[in-house]
């Protein structure tokens, strides 16, 4: 029997959307973002976008929020940045998610000379205490933190804001790199299963081909598409399972509330649309 009581704690921590409706929850997130442009006088957001579904929809609903925000009165523009660590594999869906967010602006930042070149920074460091740890995946850690300093260089000089894809299912497994796609001044995916994201995504009329892509992080090199699923031992409809309080495997359980304790360093509190309604009343 899964335990009620941990799983109970867990859904409120992450503040996951009770009776979830695709319509209120679209209106709600774009609705934060405009309100949050208006409240700081900030001049947009910033998104790295990667193909997925999580990049995709808090992309098209940053552009919707400044599109209205300019509708009201406020100068906002939304910058969708392309970060391939040299040539992305999948690039023909960040295109497709291009195609899908029709940003105000997109530009393109390759990230691998500043990756290689800190890389080979430290390789060649006194401060190295072992070579054998220096593996891919912690290389690829590395990737994630460039990405993140590209945002926020553009958002630094334009005067905006940078958004945070992560949503409730890799929240609750730590599923991110901690100051790389982890960092980010909003979350509007905050509290969203991963089924969730997709219903949202799929009601802003994205394609299928984004709506049921495989999650990858992509972040190893040694790897490449790596499913999210596979590296974390448990299936995302599993996950979404959990939180939203229904019964799930013991294994699964084990799983995920094994990952949730692992990384509870990670969960920082950025800005969530939950945190604003609260600071607003």
């Not at 392309?82 to 040539?87: A, C, E, H, Q, S």
């Not at 790389?180 to 001044?185: K, L, N």
């Not at 799983?255 to 509870?264: C, F, K, P, S």
């Amino acid at each position: 029997m899964t335990d009620r009581a941990t799983q109970q704690q867990i859904i409120e921590e992450l503040e996951v959307v009770q009776d979830f409706d695709a319509e209120r929850e679209t209106e709600r997130r774009i609705g934060f973002l405009a309100g949050y442009l208006a409240k700081t006088g900030l001049k947009g957001y910033v998104l790295g976008i990667s193909g997925g579904v999580d990049s995709s929809t808090a992309g098209r609903l940053a552009q919707l929020a400044c599109e209205r925000a300019r509708e009201n009165g406020h100068d906002a523009r939304f910058i969708a940045i392309r970060l391939p660590y040299r040539v992305q594999k999948d690039e023909d869906d960040a295109q497709r998610a291009l195609q899908f967010i029709q940003p105000d602006e997109s530009t393109t930042v390759n990230i691998g000379p500043a990756t290689d070149a800190m890389w080979d920074e430290v390789m060649s460091s006194d401060s190295t205490p072992d070579e054998t740890s220096l593996t891919d995946f912690v290389k690829g850690n590395v990737k994630a933190r460039e990405r993140m300093i590209a945002q926020y260089t553009v958002a630094g000089a334009r005067g905006m804001l940078v958004i945070g894809t992560d949503q409730a299912a890799e929240a609750v497994v730590g599923f991110y790199t901690k100051y790389g796609d982890g960092a980010a001044d909003v979350l509007p995916l905050a509290g969203l299963p991963k089924r969730r994201v997709r219903e949202i995504a799929t009601y802003l009329g994205a394609h299928d081909d984004i709506v049921s892509k495989v999650p990858t992080a992509d972040l190893e090199s040694d790897k490449p598409m790596l499913p999210d699923e596979q590296a974390l031992g448990v299936a995302y409809h599993d996950v979404d399972d959990y939180l939203e309080g229904k019964e799930v495997s013991p294994e699964a359980e084990q799983t995920i509330v094994g990952w949730y304790r692992r990384t509870a360093h990670k969960r920082a509190l950025p800005l969530t649309p939950a945190g604003f309604e609260q600071s607003a009343e």
